[in-house]
Each structure stands twice: as structure tokens, then as C-alpha cells.
């Protein structure tokens, strides 16, 4: 069963305008813990945000927030005032709390910035 | 603080041969998780290496394997290649090993090609 799922495979904004990525997921684990990663052509993963299960507050790092609603099961990245070099491949990813500390990634959103 | 860093960068091989990559993880982490992802998907989870031992593995096939050194560095070992192999294989490193705030801290990746 997947356990996250990103429904938009390419996304589209304007230069300095908000963008939200979507991210679902399924678990049934209590403790967990989401991230998006952001993959550039050149294909390293850089971490962008955290989001914990039992965190009360969403997650916000400078341009980048996490629309978390736990009982929908939806973990969505917020990326304010687009830039040109926010275009690449968006992942989203799970950790459960049992065992190690392995990661499910979704498919990924291809977002574009436009001029 | 030095990065992830991996080599090859790239690296072209012919069915049935094996290929080695290799890893260093970030200064201070003391756990590595490898990742095989195709094109146009998300990365899947191969196995992680915590002190030296394997400490969780995804689905595939015993001809992955690994190593890890006592300088946290590892490998990743694929004998008897096969055309589906054909992938960036990424590394990671964190912290520690089952903590689920840690982030994983990926590497530049690995491209290989099999022909």
C-alpha cells in the first residue's frame, strides 16, 4: 500500500507568487515524522522541512511552510514568493517511529517558476 | 562540516558485471541509508548501516550488499547486473539511527548506467 501519495506531477506558478505542493499519507503508527526534500536537475536531495506527529504548531523554514492536518492525513508544502530557482522536483517523505530511521518517499511534484 | 559526498558520479557497466559506490557520510553521523531511484520516481529505500552493521532492509535482492567502515564511511555493492539497475543511487547520513527527528542529509548521487 503507498504510503504517500503526491497527486500533482507537475505544478505551474508565476515568479513571486505562493505555491502549495501537495502530500498525503497513510500510517498507522501514532509517532512519525514528515519531510520535504527538494531535487534539483543536478539530482542531490536537500532537506527543506520538518514536521513531527506530535507537534502542535506547523513547521516553518524562512520561505517554506508545512500545511499540517493530521486528521486528513495531509502534509503540504507552502512555498511563498516563488523564485526561478525554486523549479525542480518536490519529494515528500515519511518516517515511522518502530525500528530504523528509513524513509518512504512519494512520487514527486515537478514544479515550474515561471518569469 | 563536510557534506555527503559519493563517487563515482557516473558510471557505465554491461549486464552481469558488479559495481561498487562509495560514500562519506557527514562529519558526526554515525548511520548511512542507501536509496535506489529510478527515473522519473521517487527514491526507495535499499538498506541502512549503523556501526558497521546492516540495520534494516528494503525490498531487494541479496545481490545488493554493503559495507561500513569504523569512519562511518560505506559501500554499496550490485553484482550480476541486470538493465533495471539502471539508476541514481543516493546516500544519506544522519545522526543517529532510529531518533525521528533526525534528518537524513542525502549525497550528490551516484548515476549508473547498464547496458
Known amino acids: 500500500a503507498q504510503k504517500i501519495t503526491q497527486t500533482q506531477p507537475g505544478m505551474f506558478v508565476q515568479e513571486k507568487e505562493a505555491v502549495t505542493l501537495d502530500c498525503t499519507y497513510d500510517?498507522?503508527?501514532?509517532?512519525?515524522?514528515l519531510f520535504w526534500y527538494k531535487q534539483p536537475s543536478s539530482g542531490e536531495m536537500i532537506f527543506l522541512i520538518y514536521?513531527?506527529?506530535?507537534?502542535?504548531q506547523n513547521a516553518t523554514e524562512g520561505r517554506y511552510s508545512l500545511n499540517f492536518q493530521k486528521a486528513r492525513k495531509s502534509a503540504n508544502l507552502v512555498i511563498s514568493a516563488s523564485q526561478l530557482g525554486d523549479s525542480a522536483m518536490y519529494f515528500c517523505?515519511?518516517?515511522?517511529?518502530?525500528?530504523?530511521?528509513?524513509?518512504?518517499f512519494g512520487e514527486g511534484t515537478q514544479l515550474t517558476v515561471n518569469p | 562540516e563536510t557534506g555527503v559526498t559519493q563517487s563515482p558520479t557516473h558510471l557505465i557497466k554491461t549486464r552481469g558485471q558488479q559495481v561498487t559506490l562509495r560514500c562519506s557520510s557527514q562529519?558526526?553521523?554515525?548511520?548511512v541509508s542507501w536509496y535506489q531511484q529510478a527515473l522519473g520516481q521517487g527514491p526507495q529505500f535499499i538498506f541502512q548501516?549503523?556501526?558497521?552493521?546492516?540495520?534494516g532492509r528494503g525490498n531487494f535482492p541479496p545481490r545488493f550488499s554493503g559495507l561500513q567502515f569504523p569512519n562511518y564511511s560505506s559501500e554499496l555493492n550490485v553484482n550480476a547486473l541486470e538493465l533495471d539497475d539502471s539508476a541514481l543511487y543516493l546516500c544519506?547520513?544522519?545522526?543517529?539511527?532510529?531518533?525521528?527527528?533526525?534528518?537524513?542529509?542525502f549525497g550528490p548521487g551516484t548515476r549508473l548506467t547498464v547496458l
Open positions: 544519506a547520513s544522519s545522526p543517529r539511527r532510529s531518533a525521528l527527528t533526525d534528518t537524513q542529509y
Open positions: 500510517t498507522s503508527d501514532p509517532s512519525y515524522g
Open positions: 514536521q513531527g506527529s506530535y507537534d502542535q
Open positions: 517523505a515519511m518516517r515511522e517511529g518502530r525500528g530504523y530511521s528509513r524513509l518512504t
Open positions: 562529519s558526526g553521523h554515525n548511520t
Open positions: 548501516y549503523y556501526r558497521e552493521e546492516e540495520n
